[in-house]
């Protein structure tokens, strides 16, 4: 904010400054003839200037010479000649050097001093001269041919004489002055035509270098003398060209506005603005140049028709850069119209390219802020990409580093396994061996004591082999849930029908209490792969005379299984880890009780896929206490739904 009002007031001074260097007058005195005669001999021209008002005699077409006070409006003057003399002799007191302005006279014209003719111009030109008075005496004579409907001939901008070389000076100061403004104006516009290359996207470069191209092209001819030195043309052309840049001035100005402000027109809008700019063009080109002055304010309307629209739509508010170029355009508007259909004097009649100078400042800050904004945007996605590409290096990181975890329990998961498959095989075929040869003297008991513990074996393998398998399924996606309510009794008697014998013939005291009025929701097919992995893993870690017991909770929707043990327990750091894949506590435990280190991973992803959970409590040589929660509801409640 406090950045946008310092330039803003460095932009205004820099435009008081131009003003008050170019625009304003310099000490200057206003003479009065009297009768074509005016008298300085008692005038101080040291450091001054004297503007040659008063009455001078002035003849057409060669008749009498009449009596005219300037500056006044000369409508009375124009009709049907060719020729005007303005005549004006001046007493001084020396003989000392005089430099004299002579202002633009908008056609052919000769300036005779004494009898001496020191100024002639076919084109429109403004020059200073330098002259010795005779005696004290100046007779000057300014010869003035006009053809066409338009006011011509010397207007209100009357000439000035000061001492030399005081106007020679002032002038070239001013011309210096404006030389660096129209210099600026090409290098801003030079500049965007650049960015316009660097970025083909972005149209509002070319127009805003167009937009400075021709107003670098109005001022030329508004300053006369600046373009008649290059381009030497017949008026009514000079006339053409000049409205011509004014009309095409307006028609970028029209859609740089569209641009910066983002306005969309309708079909009917844009029809009007069309045909406005259509017929300002083909009267400038075509019609009499006194039409052709007078249509160039409908290639106004335009430019009004959208500062209406921006203000309508309030777009400009809360925006600086927006409201100031907004002002600019109001101003420029006015300045255009002044100079168009008001004869102002020299002195003050360029202050309407300070105007001009103002808008196209007003623009440059607007692109200038837009391109800055776009930067600053650029930058932040930058700085933004390469936090996203920090972060997604350390997460790839870690997740390689996850996969070579992953990997290494892999190697040694498949290893387990070999071993865990060779080992039972091994016995199975050993024992089958035994129970075949019939030399082997065996009593009944022996055989069924091999048996039985061929048969444990069998077991083990067909536990391994199903977590495998489901642990494939769980990875690829496949395990699909088919949940349905069933009584809590029922689950807690199939528990005890076929884990019951097996825990209590290894010793152990094996207790179930539950809730008959609960029923709980699951997959009962998959639910019994958890109770299978938690209740083995109880009985492998839980010594022989050891205590494994199964109760309930029901409360809030909720039933909470608890299946604890009192067997060897688990260190705290390893609880966090205990229910990730392939995670094993020990490989001495895992290689004594034959555990893969995916029991409990697919018991965890089991319970969680049917909406439940699943925790785990353990202190060493206390034991283990595993909490499974389902959605339950009492038997009462379902039977009522």
């Given at each position: 904010?406090?950045?946008?009002?310092?330039?803003?007031?460095?932009?205004?001074?820099?435009c008081?400054?131009?003003?008050?260097?170019?625009?304003?007058?310099?000490?200057?005195?206003?003479?009065?003839?009297?009768?074509?005669?005016?008298?300085?001999?008692?005038?101080?021209?040291?450091n001054?200037?004297?503007?040659?008002?008063?009455?001078?005699?002035?003849?057409?077409?060669?008749?009498?010479?009449?009596?005219?006070?300037?500056?006044?409006?000369?409508?009375?003057?124009?009709?049907?000649?060719?020729?005007?003399?303005?005549?004006?002799?001046?007493?001084?007191?020396?003989?000392d050097?005089?430099?004299?302005?002579?202002?633009?006279?908008?056609?052919?014209?000769?300036?005779?001093i004494?009898?001496k003719?020191?100024?002639?111009?076919?084109?429109?030109?403004?020059?200073?001269?330098?002259?010795?008075?005779?005696?004290?005496?100046?007779?000057?004579?300014?010869?003035?041919?006009?053809?066409?409907?338009?006011?011509?001939?010397?207007?209100?901008?009357?000439?000035?004489?000061?001492?030399?070389?005081?106007?020679?000076?002032?002038?070239?100061?001013?011309?210096?002055?404006?030389?660096?403004?129209?210099g600026?104006?090409?290098?801003?516009?030079?500049?965007?035509?650049?960015?316009?290359?660097?970025?083909?996207?972005?149209?509002?470069?070319?127009?805003?270098?167009?937009?400075?191209?021709?107003?670098?092209g109005?001022?030329?001819?508004?300053t006369?003398?600046?373009?008649?030195?290059?381009?030497?043309?017949?008026?009514?052309?000079?006339?053409?060209?000049?409205?011509?840049?004014?009309?095409?001035?307006?028609?970028?100005?029209?859609?740089?506005?569209?641009?910066?402000?983002?306005?969309?027109?309708?079909?009917?809008?844009?029809?009007?603005?069309?045909?406005?700019?259509?017929?300002?063009?083909?009267?400038?080109?075509?019609?009499?140049?006194?039409?052709?002055?007078?249509?160039?304010?409908?290639?106004y309307?335009p430019i009004?028709?959208?500062?209406?629209?921006?203000?309508?739509?309030?777009?400009?508010?809360?925006?600086?850069?927006?409201l100031?170029?907004?002002?600019?355009?109001?101003?420029?508007?006015?300045?255009?119209?002044?100079?168009l259909?008001?004869?102002?004097?020299?002195?003050?009649?360029?202050?309407?390219?300070?105007?001009?100078?103002?808008?196209i400042?007003?623009?440059?800050?607007?692109?200038?802020?837009?391109?800055?904004?776009?930067?600053?945007?650029?930058?932040?996605?930058?700085?933004?990409?390469?936090?996203?590409?920090?972060?997604?290096?350390?997460?790839?990181?870690?997740?390689?580093?996850?996969?070579?975890?992953?990997?290494?329990?892999i190697?040694?998961?498949?290893?387990?396994?070999?071993?865990?498959?060779?080992?039972?095989?091994?016995?199975?075929?050993?024992?089958?061996?035994?129970?075949?040869?019939?030399?082997?003297?065996?009593?009944?008991?022996?055989?069924?004591?091999?048996?039985?513990?061929?048969?444990?074996?069998?077991?083990?393998?067909?536990?391994?082999?199903?977590?495998?398998?489901?642990?494939?399924?769980?990875?690829?996606?496949?395990?699909?849930?088919?949940?349905?309510?069933?009584?809590?009794?029922?689950?807690?008697?199939?528990?005890?029908?076929?884990?019951?014998?097996?825990?209590?013939?290894?010793?152990?005291?094996?207790?179930?209490?539950?809730?008959?009025?609960?029923?709980?929701?699951?997959?009962?097919?998959k639910?019994?792969?958890?109770?299978?992995?938690?209740?083995?893993?109880?009985?492998?870690?839980?010594?022989?005379?050891?205590?494994?017991?199964?109760?309930?909770?029901?409360?809030?929707?909720?039933?909470?299984?608890?299946?604890?043990?009192?067997?060897?327990?688990?260190?705290?750091?390893?609880?966090?880890?205990?229910?990730?894949?392939?995670?094993?506590?020990?490989?001495?435990?895992?290689?004594?009780?034959?555990?893969?280190?995916?029991?409990?991973?697919?018991?965890?992803?089991?319970?969680?896929?049917?909406?439940?959970?699943?925790?785990?409590?353990?202190?060493?040589?206390?034991?283990?206490?595993?909490?499974?929660?389902?959605?339950?509801?009492?038997?009462?409640?379902?039977?009522d739904?």
């Amino acid at each position: 904010m406090k950045k946008d009002i310092l330039f803003i007031v460095l932009l205004v001074l820099s435009c008081v400054y131009v003003l008050v260097f170019i625009c304003l007058p310099e000490n200057q005195i206003f003479g009065n003839a009297v009768n074509g005669v005016l008298d300085l001999r008692n005038k101080n021209l040291s450091n001054k200037s004297i503007k040659l008002n008063g009455e001078w005699l002035v003849s057409i077409d060669e008749g009498e010479s009449v009596s005219v006070n300037f500056p006044q409006s000369q409508s009375v003057l124009y009709g049907a000649g060719n020729r005007a003399v303005y005549k004006l002799t001046i007493l001084t007191e020396t003989d000392d050097d005089l430099d004299m302005f002579i202002p633009e006279i908008t056609d052919t014209c000769e300036v005779i001093i004494n009898g001496k003719s020191v100024f002639k111009t076919e084109q429109i030109r403004t020059g200073f001269v330098s002259f010795t008075p005779s005696a004290g005496i100046s007779v000057i004579e300014i010869v003035s041919e006009y053809r066409f409907n338009v006011k011509i001939g010397m207007r209100n901008s009357l000439p000035k004489i000061s001492l030399s070389p005081y106007l020679t000076d002032t002038g070239v100061k001013r011309r210096l002055i404006l030389g660096f403004v129209l210099g600026e104006f090409l290098m801003i516009g030079f500049y965007h035509l650049l960015l316009y290359i660097h970025s083909p996207k972005e149209k509002i470069y070319l127009v805003f270098f167009l937009m400075c191209l021709f107003e670098v092209g109005q001022m030329l001819f508004e300053t006369h003398s600046l373009i008649s030195w290059v381009l030497p043309l017949d008026i009514e052309v000079y006339y053409r060209i000049y409205l011509t840049m004014i009309c095409l001035h307006g028609i970028f100005m029209c859609i740089f506005t569209s641009f910066a402000f983002g306005l969309s027109h309708s079909k009917s809008e844009k029809i009007v603005i069309t045909f406005m700019f259509t017929a300002v063009t083909v009267s400038v080109l075509v019609l009499p140049l006194s039409f052709a002055i007078a249509s160039i304010l409908l290639g106004y309307l335009p430019i009004l028709i959208f500062v209406i629209k921006i203000f309508a739509g309030g777009k400009h508010r809360n925006n600086r850069p927006l409201l100031l170029y907004l002002v600019s355009l109001l101003l420029f508007m006015l300045s255009g119209a002044v100079k168009l259909y008001i004869e102002l004097p020299y002195d003050i009649y360029m202050f309407p390219l300070v105007c001009g100078l103002f808008m196209i400042l007003s623009q440059c800050y607007l692109l200038s802020r837009n391109y800055l904004k776009a930067l600053l945007d650029v930058e932040n996605l930058n700085r933004t990409l390469e936090n996203q590409v920090l972060e997604r290096t350390r997460e790839l990181i870690t997740a390689n580093k996850e996969l070579q975890v992953s990997q290494n329990a892999i190697k040694e998961m498949i290893g387990d396994i070999s071993h865990d498959l060779k080992t039972p095989l091994t016995v199975l075929g050993q024992y089958l061996e035994l129970l075949d040869d019939e030399n082997t003297d065996l009593n009944d008991d022996e055989k069924s004591g091999y048996i039985h513990v061929a048969y444990n074996k069998n077991l083990s393998m067909q536990r391994l082999i199903q977590n495998l398998f489901e642990a494939t399924r769980i990875e690829t996606g496949q395990l699909q849930y088919k949940l349905e309510w069933l009584p809590l009794v029922d689950l807690l008697t199939d528990i005890e029908d076929k884990h019951g014998k097996y825990l209590r013939d290894r010793g152990l005291k094996f207790s179930i209490k539950g809730d008959s009025e609960t029923q709980i929701r699951l997959d009962i097919l998959k639910f019994w792969n958890v109770i299978d992995n938690l209740l083995y893993n109880a009985a492998r870690h839980t010594p022989e005379g050891g205590a494994i017991s199964i109760t309930t909770k029901s409360e809030n929707g909720k039933c909470e299984i608890y299946f604890s043990d009192t067997g060897e327990g688990m260190a705290e750091e390893h609880l966090p880890h205990i229910f990730e894949r392939f995670y094993k506590v020990s490989k001495a435990r895992s290689e004594s009780g034959g555990d893969s280190g995916i029991g409990l991973y697919i018991a965890k992803t089991t319970v969680e896929g049917m909406g439940g959970s699943i925790s785990v409590e353990s202190a060493l040589n206390i034991g283990t206490c595993f909490t499974v929660t389902l959605e339950a509801n009492t038997i009462y409640n379902i039977a009522d739904i």
